[in-house]
């Protein structure tokens, strides 16, 4: 559900509108979700897409309001940023959030642990697990059935795959991509803007900026 604000704090209050960026199919799956949360239609309402690609328009089920790169934000709307790589997450919310828009986080499905902190503009989508004092930063998104240990450290913009396991005390840097069903051991680092291949067991630190894959993971260099 929505974390900014709960909703009995805000039931009396009007209901925001929820615009999200992208039409593709991460944006639709993400209203998909949004349909299934407690909140949706009492404190906030999911009314459209930003998105530049008018060809969507057709099967988005909702109209598309704008460019993401021109739209201007209007009182009572919050957004989130459905797409998977980090780096086009950093370069559509740039723009709004340089207009001071509000992100909202997307909990549907989450089952956290004490001690839970994250940024903004973050999405889990159902079920995920996160255990105790996880840190979280802004826009990261974690796909279903994912599991995070305790005292993990995840920076912004990474992405999480299905099916991930990442151990207690693991410090995952700033726009990495992890694929679905790799393991992550507790305590290993990830350095920011690697990427961490499908079904891989990382056991050991990765530097920053390579791609890892197999088990044991290795770095990949590509020819």
């Known amino acids: 559900m929505d974390v900014n604000p709960p909703a009995a704090a805000a039931a009396a209050a009007s209901v925001h509108d929820l615009v999200v960026i992208s039409a593709g199919g991460f944006g639709r799956s993400l209203v998909n979700t949004c349909h299934g949360d407690p909140d949706n239609g009492v404190v906030w309402r999911v009314t459209g897409y930003l998105d530049n690609r008018p060809a969507l328009a057709a099967k988005a089920g909702l109209p598309i309001l704008g460019d993401p790169m021109t739209y201007q934000a209007r009182d009572g709307q919050s957004f989130m940023c459905a797409l998977g790589d980090p780096g086009q997450r950093r370069r559509f919310a740039a723009p709004l959030l340089a207009q001071g828009a509000t992100?909202?986080?997307?909990?549907?499905?989450?089952?956290?642990?004490?001690?839970?902190?994250?940024?903004?503009?973050?999405?889990?989508?159902?079920?995920?697990?996160?255990?105790?004092?996880?840190?979280?930063?802004d826009f990261v998104v974690i796909q279903s059935t994912s599991v995070i240990g305790y005292e993990v450290v995840i920076g912004s913009y990474v992405t999480v795959?299905?099916?991930?396991?990442?151990?207690?005390?693991?410090?995952?840097?700033?726009?990495?991509?992890?694929?679905?069903?790799?393991?992550?051991?507790?305590?290993?680092?990830?350095?920011?803007?690697?990427?961490?291949?499908?079904?891989?067991v990382v056991m050991a630190d990765v530097p920053p900026g390579v791609t890892v894959l197999g088990n044991p993971a290795k770095i990949f260099r590509f020819k």
Do not use: W, Y
Not at 103 to 132: H, K, Q
């Open 103 to 137: 992100f909202m986080n997307l909990c549907t499905g989450l089952f956290p642990a004490d001690g839970l902190r994250m940024g903004v503009g973050c999405f889990f989508e159902p079920p995920v697990r996160i255990g105790v004092d996880v840190t979280l930063g």
């Open 161 to 200: 795959g299905a099916f991930v396991f990442i151990g207690g005390g693991a410090q995952i840097g700033e726009d990495v991509v992890i694929h679905p069903h790799a393991t992550i051991l507790p305590k290993v680092s990830i350095g920011a803007g690697a990427v961490v291949g499908a079904g891989s």
